[in-house]
């Protein structure tokens, strides 16, 4: 059974980076062509698609974040990471790990707990 | 970049009532649309890919349509552990774009 848990720090100061980290357990990264999604829900309000990477390192980002973004894979850890910088408030939100259930699909059917990470000094 | 739209954004409905929901979108997406449902508190969970397939799992009274800008989540007969807050969004061109979200509230 595959899962995923997101872990980082639940607090960072404003203009700093986020830095968290996705494990994988029950599959092996390198074995398969998923792709692997980070999401974000901010409070109170919506869902945020940040971005994907596929096994092999190949990265496609939300426009609105793409400048400050960046999504890594380590396959030798088992493990996806999403570094996001020169952060605020707005940045504030639960951020999600997940893996489509199918291949050649985007749809997300397996997801971490979720981490909350606030932004403030 | 593909926007959204999701209608209505709150929907008070009783048990056993039909429920549908919309989601447009800005562009053709074909068939690269998926439904979510998420509570407070916990992660989403799909329940429609590629449109109109129903998520392993996922009761039959889930079902949807549509194809290019215009789908829909249609829920036959309300549940009560059907209250929720769901989702539709676009992963057409590996991008993820959500909806706005709908709120399905006890009436």
């Known amino acids: 059974q595959v899962q995923v848990q997101e872990s980082g720090p639940g607090l960072v100061k404003p203009s700093q980076t986020l830095s968290l980290t996705c494990s994988v357990s029950g599959f092996s990264i390198g074995s398969g062509d998923y792709y692997w999604a980070w999401i974000r829900h901010h409070p109170g309000e919506g869902l945020d698609w940040i971005g994907y990477?596929?096994?092999?390192?190949?990265?496609y980002y939300n426009p609105s974040l793409k400048s400050r973004v960046s999504i890594s894979i380590d396959t030798s850890k088992n493990q996806v990471s999403l570094n996001l910088r020169s952060v605020t408030a707005a940045d504030t939100a639960v951020y999600y790990c997940a893996r489509p259930g199918r291949l050649g699909e985007l749809s997300l059917t397996i997801w971490g707990q979720g981490t909350l990470v606030t932004v403030s000094s | 970049d593909i926007q959204m739209t999701q209608s209505p954004s709150t929907l008070s409905a009783s048990v056993g009532d039909r429920v549908t929901i919309t989601c447009r979108t800005s562009q053709s997406v074909n068939s690269w649309l998926a439904w979510y449902q998420q509570k407070p508190g916990i992660a989403p969970k799909l329940l429609i890919y590629k449109a109109s397939y129903l998520e392993t799992g996922v009761p039959s009274r889930f079902s949807g349509s549509g194809s290019a800008t215009e789908f829909t989540l249609t829920i036959s007969s309300l549940q009560p552990d059907d209250f929720a807050t769901y989702y539709c969004?676009?992963?057409?061109?590996?991008?993820?774009?959500f909806g706005q979200g709908t709120k399905v509230e006890i009436k």
């Open positions: 969004q676009q992963y057409n061109n590996y991008s993820g774009t």
């Open positions: 990477i596929s096994y092999r390192g190949r990265t």
